[in-house]
């Protein structure tokens, strides 16, 4: 159950980022209309660029996070909530008993031609 709250968890913060762009878009429209004015209000392009710009640090820091996030899923590595790593290595410990019975049964097959000589 942990790990479902944490990919749920994982999928708030992307909607909040992709909320996040939407509102740098409406401060960089809200710019642009300003911008088109004849007579500019320097408050409100100072305010929005401010907003802009500290939007889209957020978000950067955001990605950035999810990102770190996702490489460390895709490494191996060892995190909360994830059996990656777990499930992979009893996946490569089934394959080796495989072999092992393969050249186990060799080994039979090798000692059975030997003694009908």
Excluded: W
Excluded at 5 to 31: F, M, W, Y
Excluded at 51 to 73: D, G, K, N
Excluded at 92 to 110: F, H, I, N, P, Q
């Amino acid at each position: 159950m942990a790990t479902y709250s944490l990919a749920n968890e994982r999928l708030r913060a992307l909607e909040d980022i992709e909320r996040e762009i939407g509102a740098i878009l409406q401060n960089a429209g809200t710019v642009i209309l300003e911008l088109s004015k004849e007579k500019t209000n320097e408050r409100l392009l100072d305010r929005q660029a401010a907003a802009f710009t500290a939007s889209v640090q957020h978000v950067e820091a955001e990605l950035s996070a999810q990102i770190r996030y996702l490489t460390q899923v895709a490494t191996g590595q060892p995190h909360e909530g994830s059996s990656y790593s777990s499930r992979k290595d009893c996946q490569m410990a089934l394959k080796r008993v495989d072999y092992a019975r393969l050249k186990l049964s060799d080994v039979a097959r090798t000692c059975e031609q030997l003694l009908e000589n």
